[in-house]
């Protein structure tokens, strides 16, 4: 029977505070997969790593995936694995501070200079074309209204 596939923190240098799986046999075992040239002091069964805190690097994950499954990774390909749904990073609802102050000075300048398209831009630009304008004051709520109604802006909350 194999030996259990170790992982552990890197000995000395930039700790990164990620797990590498650890090369097994040859002249090259104790150093992580990943690099030959990471020494790496041996803490736990690669098993026992929470997944977040794994190295990223395809040779690091082939061996963890390895351990997980309690098989070698040629018996481990035939066996089918479900795909797994990564949610989409919901947008916060209400504008940061700093998101705030750019929806101010966009209503100033759409208020100020003839040419609103470039207001229109920055927003887009910016990432505010959908954000949500309701703490703004109404002055510039109307303002914002003019850049979304001439130039199709999905800002929420100016009604």
Known sequence: MDRPIRSGIVKFGTNTLSYHALRRGGPDDGCAACNRNLPVEPDMEAHQVPSD???KTKACQKLFAEADSGLPVSERL??????????????PHKPTQLQQGILYAAA???RYIVQVEDVAALLRRQGLADADC???????KEQLRVLRDDFGLPLRGLD
């Open 53 to 55: 805190m794994r190295c």
């Open 134 to 140: 309701s703490d703004i004051d109404e002055m510039d």
């Open 108 to 110: 100033d300048l759409a």
């Open 78 to 91: 035939a066996i089918p694995t479900r795909a797994r749904i990564i949610p989409k990073p919901q947008r």
